[in-house]
């Protein structure tokens, strides 16, 4: 039987591309700056970044780009300052989430303030028993894996008693993997299906049944979920 389930939180539970313009534009415009008076990139690359920026961790970028120390430091006081303060929509299938049984936590990589405000935005720290920011820049980071492991500890969960749910392969895929918990990787809007991950699913509703043909959770009723 499933006791819990590790969400992340950008693509999965909310389209991060839906940031109104106004809000996003004071920590885009000062990004680009930073990119283009570093002196490292070309214009093409610096537009491949501000287009990644929706969908991937800076630390990501950074190693897709080998960008130097010197300019992941100047990124990072740029945004650990930056909190969003605007409405925001989860996708609109969120109320499946008290559907699952067992612990629902929410791991989601960024930079604090900016993730803390983005859950605030869109009022959904209710659905979760815990949440967790794998906070890049913070000198005691842990990363997702050792997050993972920390939580199987102490609630003495064994993996195949808990499944993690999130879009990047190279990010909470790569580290449920690593610990043998079940993946599944959710394919909102544009995602591409990664082979790392166990199982794909393309909304909540799917990943609930994904549940209910495993045996993890009981049957819902049609009603419930919409179907």
């Not at 970028?61 to 989860?90: K, Q, T, W, Y």
């Not at 794998?134 to 808990?162: M, N, S, T, W, Y």
């Not at 043998?180 to 544009?190: A, S």
Request: with cysteine; charged share 30%; aromatic share 6%.
């Amino acid at each position: 039987m499933l006791k819990a389930v590790i969400y992340d939180l950008d693509d999965t539970l909310f389209p991060a591309r839906s940031v109104p313009e106004e809000a996003a534009r004071p920590m885009l415009t000062a990004l680009r700056e930073v990119l283009e008076g570093c002196g490292e990139l070309k214009a093409a690359r610096i537009a491949d970044i501000m287009e990644q920026v929706w969908d991937r961790p800076l630390d990501e970028i950074a190693r897709l780009h080998g960008l130097s120390a010197e300019v992941l430091d100047r990124l990072g006081g740029l945004f650990a300052g930056f909190r969003l303060n605007c409405e925001l929509m989860p996708y609109p299938d969120i109320q499946i989430i008290e559907q699952v049984p067992g612990l629902r936590i929410l791991v989601t990589t960024g930079f604090r303030r900016l993730q803390e405000s983005k859950i605030e935005c869109l009022g959904i720290a209710h659905y979760f028993d815990r949440i967790i920011v794998d906070a890049l820049g913070e000198p005691e980071r842990k990363g997702k894996q050792a997050i993972f492991r920390e939580f199987l500890e102490a609630c003495r969960l064994r993996p195949e008693e808990v499944v993690v749910l999130g879009d990047n392969p190279h990010s909470e895929i790569d580290a449920g993997n690593k610990l043998g918990i079940p993946t599944v990787q959710i394919l909102r809007g544009r995602k591409q299906a990664a082979a790392s991950a166990s199982f794909h699913v393309e909304d909540l509703a799917r990943f609930l049944r994904w549940l209910e043909t495993r045996g993890m959770c009981p049957p819902s009723s049609p009603m419930s979920n919409g179907r």
